[in-house]
């Protein structure tokens, strides 16, 4: 505990709002995204569909393949519990429906659907397609319920080993079905979204995975970058990595940008 206030005093201590960012790209991205007040119409999908969790007082039993939880003792936890302590804040929901609207974002994927609120978020923008991949059976089939129950019908539920799943998701379909003198392009995403595993060793091995799904504007966002010591390094190593050009660092969410047209700079902003 006392090394997470130290992480966010530190945080406070050196981010900033709008003002002095010398950057066009993420001056507009944040005087026009991060910090936009408009009431959109569909932050009330998003509101619902993470209320009616918070309803839910179904016990579910929970496969855990990350880094455990700080919260529950039990894999057996209610729905609503795992909304309220596990699950995308209504806050962040917006921000992350607000970055893929900004960003005109058409195919995402999500490592982590969890109960399904930050894929709700983004699914609430018309024309995107989501791919969202859930190791834990049980969470999964709440997740799927839950998008049939919305009519979130642009998400498509992996229920599968992260490394499994990411390998049938970015090789294009004549690759999968090994077609004669077939050409292996890799399927590129638009934004990719880390909230699965909060480990060093395995946000690297994804973030490495993934690099070749992305083209010059796609981004990267990491969930819980300071959740210990070992994520705070392994978004150093992401931040240093030759095909990362911008960074920005909210304390809850690490986004990482490609474009070659951008000088490589880092900033940490208060959202």
């Not at 709008?18 to 910090?35: A, E, I, M, R, W």
């Not at 077939?182 to 946000?203: R, S, W």
Request: proline share 3%.
């Amino acid at each position: 505990m006392l090394i997470e206030l130290k992480s966010y005093l530190k945080f406070l201590y050196q981010s900033q709002n709008q003002h002095g960012l010398h950057s066009p790209f993420v001056y507009d991205l944040v005087t026009k995204c991060f910090y936009d007040k408009t009431k959109h119409s569909d932050y009330n999908l998003i509101r619902e569909y993470r209320n009616d969790l918070l309803r839910n007082r179904e016990i579910i039993k929970i496969t855990d393949f990350g880094a455990g939880s700080r919260v529950f003792k039990s894999n057996d936890r209610p729905v609503f519990s795992i909304a309220k302590n596990a699950g995308t804040t209504l806050h962040r929901a917006k921000l992350l429906f607000r970055i893929c609207k900004y960003l005109q974002v058409r195919n995402a994927l999500e490592l982590g659907t969890s109960l399904g609120i930050a894929s709700a978020a983004m699914a609430a923008n018309s024309g995107l397609n989501l791919i969202t991949i859930e190791g834990c059976p049980e969470i999964a089939k709440k997740a799927q319920e839950q998008f049939k129950k919305f009519d979130l019908k642009n998400i498509r539920l992996i229920n599968a080993n992260f490394n499994k799943a990411i390998s049938q998701v970015i090789l294009t379909e004549k690759e999968k079905l090994r077609t004669p003198n077939a050409d292996p392009k890799t399927k590129k995403f638009d934004l990719v979204y880390f909230d699965g595993n909060h480990q060093k060793e395995a946000t690297l091995e994804y973030f490495e995975k993934l690099l070749p799904t992305a083209h010059n504007d796609s981004v990267f966002i990491f969930d819980d970058i300071h959740w210990s010591p070992e994520m705070e390094e392994a978004w150093e190593i992401i931040k240093k990595h030759p095909e990362v050009r911008v960074t920005i660092d909210t304390y809850q969410w690490g986004l990482v940008f490609f474009r070659k047209e951008q000088a490589r700079q880092h900033f940490k902003i208060r959202v």
